[in-house]
């Protein structure tokens, strides 16, 4: 089903929902302030459902503006917000019968950051966005790029673009491409030498100068008070040293560890493009590779470090 | 090479760098089989600093990075055999964090062999001093903690 | 205006000059990522649209430390880290950010208490600025009181003319700096006339213009307006937008433990978009939700500050509306503060 059908389905869906009285509150996608952005917003009157859309510049998870709401919501969830709703109900964050939704299968998102190095960082000036196809225009170029080839790194490797959980869903659900390493974001990096990988990770975070987007805009980031602002005892301090840095991001990805979808969404946040997903998508490998799970498929399952099994790998164990 | 109740360390005292291990063991068996070494006259290398836990469960993952960013050239987490722990399971929880976190610390780059995990019961104090010689003597090999280390200097 | 005109070739021998005697910081490009950062040979210089990291953080750093302390026969020895006495020049720096500064420096050295560290270093740097030709449509810097050719903060501006380049004689200082280099030209009659030209059709340029003349009044009665409760939703609470703003100056401080009889203090970047940015000993904070963090943002902004200094603080680079995550647009929001 193209895009832009989905769009009528979806907002007939929205429509209904509100009209009902069945949600409160729809959280969607709408066009953004800038040609080739969209950005999260929230319908509560139904003369406003025409304000939603859906096409690859959708980025954001919008999971994360789920938790705290007492009312009942309407959310439109790609493959991986899904995952990420499912992982905060399974973490009792929020309740299966607050949330209504929507899902949305998906083919991809943009990387937005790889089209900016395509254009040596020229402005966008004009944005035509179809499912194959984006053209792009500007001072001086008008550009046609193939939207599959300038996919987010986490959606060419992805292996759950329909939602495993929704309410409802809008059009058909579309083939789980098995693509390539599904685990190519660490692959690369495995290859290398050990003290190589301690270089390219600290050259790469060092450039981090801790704004916490990564932190901020992923869906699992929930804690009232984050390990980074805890005194009394203090876990790290808050220096530009690499050190500290390093023990952030490491720290960070820990607390991710068996949680994580690899949504991508830390990756785009960061202001200084710093490849995040290097180091998170090895999180969810090693959890893959050691105890065989997945995050956000079912709500039934137990996140992997509330449980264990009698023979759990132990080799490393002297 | 055992003779006895010495386990002999190929480490010389008389250089200048000593290692430091922090060793968190906890307190039903590890830090018995500690007692034990110790109660046998089991000569082992003093390198170690020895922090008593409840469990090896308790032991937080950032207690581990906390110690190499303060300067431990090693660290060591003992605990009960599976199915020996004291409070059921925590040793159990516990050996998932650990997979996790000495696998992920070794992706970054940090060497294998700083940070080390052991079961050891409060019978087993000749295994107790073979752990801890093991584990000084391999982080002798790697030399004084650079990566994650926080140079503090005022 | 006065000024000197330079060939690509002279303009680079003036600035490899400069690095002889001085310390000299200007926008590069390290690996895709562009900022300041001192250079060693104008071979380095990254001229684009804009840094991706503002000049801000050369004189206000993102990590400094105050002082150090340390236990000595039952007292405490407190030691203050001078800032160096060397001259700093800031190369490069687009007319926005120069501005920035002004407001920066406004809000550190009024009254009792001023910012010795970073006015010590404003006060050693001569800031060359680079006139903006080329604005984008997420700048504004027209609609709050700059302009890309605007000459408030910086001491020389350097216009780039096509084959050549007019740095043009703003301040003082400026004039101090290349008044006994006599080897460059005297900018001439026609030359002058081209910034002019220039100048004009960089402002015309400007899509974005705002209608703000009265958002001090209109705010002083919005405080409990229901329209901040609909713009922070989407707000995630990351401090992108502070971190990159040429005029946000927060700062917090904490101790850091070097042994255990001494230590140092130091100051970082703080965000007023952290949650616990205002969270108090008690443990009460006063602004508990994203709803009053992005109407203090606002208020700051747009009404507090021009109360105690007369003028708006924010420069209209337009950092914020390029980076943050979720695009939450400022000049959505001061659209929606005027016609609300």
């Not at chain 1, 080839?149 to 939602?163: M, Q, T, Y």
């Not at chain 2, 207690?63 to 303060?70: G, H, V």
């Not at chain 2, 722990?85 to 940090?110: D, T, V």
Request: with cysteine; aromatic share 8%.
């Amino acid at each position: 089903m193209l895009m832009v059908d989905s769009v009528q389905t979806m907002r007939k869906i929205a429509k209904r929902l509100l009209e009902e009285k069945s949600v409160n509150l729809i959280i969607g996608y709408e066009r953004g302030t800038l040609p080739f952005r969209t950005t999260p917003c929230f319908i509560s009157d139904v003369k406003e459902v025409d304000r939603l859309i859906w096409d690859v510049t959708c980025e954001n998870n919008l999971a994360k503006y789920l938790k705290d709401r007492g009312e009942k919501i309407g959310i439109l969830a790609k493959g991986c917000d899904a995952r990420s709703i499912v992982a905060c109900i399974v973490e009792n964050q929020i309740k299966r019968e607050n949330v209504f939704i929507i899902g949305l299968p998906c083919s991809g998102v943009i990387d937005r950051k790889k089209v900016e190095s395509e254009l040596n960082g020229k402005e966008i000036l004009e944005a035509t966005i179809s499912d194959d196809e984006i053209i792009l225009k500007g001072e001086g170029y008008n550009k046609r790029l193939p939207v599959k080839g300038f996919l987010d790194d986490s959606c060419v490797s992805c292996k759950h673009r329909n939602p495993p959980l929704y309410d409802v869903i809008v059009g058909e659900k579309v083939l789980e491409e098995m693509g390539d390493d599904e685990f190519i974001s660490t692959s690369k990096i495995e290859d290398k030498s050990i003290d190589e990988r301690w270089e390219y990770f600290t050259n790469e975070l060092s450039k981090c100068i801790r704004c916490y987007a990564c932190r901020n805009v992923c869906p699992l980031c929930y804690c009232e008070e984050c390990f980074v602002d805890q005194n009394m005892p203090t876990w790290l301090d808050k220096t530009d040293n690499i050190s500290d840095i390093m023990v952030y991001h490491i720290v960070r990805v820990f607390h991710t560890a068996g949680r994580c979808v690899d949504c991508g969404a830390c990756s785009r946040a960061c202001p200084l493009g710093i490849d995040l997903r290097s180091i998170t998508q090895k999180m969810v490998k090693l959890v893959k590779e050691l105890y065989d799970f997945e995050t956000g498929l079912m709500l039934e399952e137990v996140p992997p470090l509330a449980t264990f099994k009698q023979d759990d790998p132990q080799e490393f164990m002297k | 090479m055992e003779t006895g109740n010495k386990v002999t360390s190929k480490i010389n005292y008389n250089e200048q760098w000593q290692p430091k291990i922090v060793a968190f063991l906890c307190n039903w068996c590890s830090y018995a089989g500690a007692d034990l070494a110790g109660v046998s006259r089991i000569q082992y290398p003093p390198n170690i600093r020895v922090i008593r836990v409840p469990c090896s469960g308790r032991v937080n993952p950032m207690f581990i990075i906390k110690a190499l960013q303060r300067g431990a050239d090693g660290v060591l987490v003992s605990g009960c055999h599976p199915g020996d722990c004291h409070y059921i399971s925590g040793n159990l929880i516990a050996r998932r964090k650990f997979a996790l976190l000495k696998n992920f610390l070794e992706y970054i780059g940090l060497e294998p062999g700083r940070v080390n995990f052991s079961w050891v019961s409060a019978a087993e104090g000749e295994k107790f001093a073979k752990v801890v010689t093991d584990v000084i003597e391999q982080v002798k090999t790697l030399g004084p903690i650079k990566k994650l280390k926080k140079e503090r200097k005022c | 205006m006065k000024g000197r005109i330079f060939d690509k070739a002279q303009l680079s021998e003036f600035i490899d000059d400069l690095i002889k005697k001085r310390k000299v910081y200007a926008p590069i490009n390290k690996d895709g990522l562009t900022c300041f950062s001192e250079i060693k040979s104008s071979s380095e210089i990254y001229f684009d649209f804009q840094s991706k990291l503002s000049s801000k953080e050369i004189l206000f750093p993102r990590c400094e430390t105050l002082f150090t302390y340390k236990r000595v026969d039952g007292d405490v020895k407190l030691e203050e880290m001078k800032v160096k006495d060397e001259e700093i020049v800031l190369f490069g720096v687009p007319p926005c950010e120069a501005r920035g500064f002004i407001l920066i420096d406004k809000a550190f050295s009024s009254g009792e208490f001023q910012d010795v560290y970073y006015l010590r270093r404003r006060e050693n740097t001569i800031i060359i600025g680079k006139s903006c030709q080329y604005p984008r449509n997420t700048c504004f810097c027209t609609s709050v009181g700059g302009s890309p050719f605007g000459r408030e903060g910086v001491d020389l501006l350097l216009h780039d003319l096509g084959e050549k380049y007019l740095l043009e004689i703003v301040s003082k200082k400026g004039e101090k700096l290349i008044d006994y280099i006599q080897k460059y030209e005297n900018a001439a009659e026609t030359d002058i006339k081209m910034v002019q030209r220039i100048e004009k059709v960089a402002k015309e340029s400007m899509k974005t213009r705002l209608e703000l003349k009265n958002i001090e009044e209109k705010l002083d009665n919005m405080f409990e307006d229901p329209l901040w409760k609909i713009i922070y939703q989407k707000c995630v609470g990351c401090g992108v937008c502070t971190y990159l703003c040429p005029t946000c100056y927060c700062f917090d401080m904490f101790d850091e433990q070097v042994t255990s009889s001494e230590g140092k203090r130091i100051r970082i970047w703080d965000s007023c978009q952290f949650p616990l940015f205002t969270l108090q000993g008690s443990g009460e904070n006063p602004r508990p939700t994203g709803k009053e963090r992005m109407r203090q943002r606002m208020m700051h902004k747009f009404n507090y500050y021009p109360k105690n200094y007369d003028d708006i603080a924010c420069v209209g680079c337009g950092r914020c509306i390029r980076e943050c995550p979720v695009n939450l647009d400022i000049r959505e929001v001061l659209n929606k503060i005027m016609t609300q």
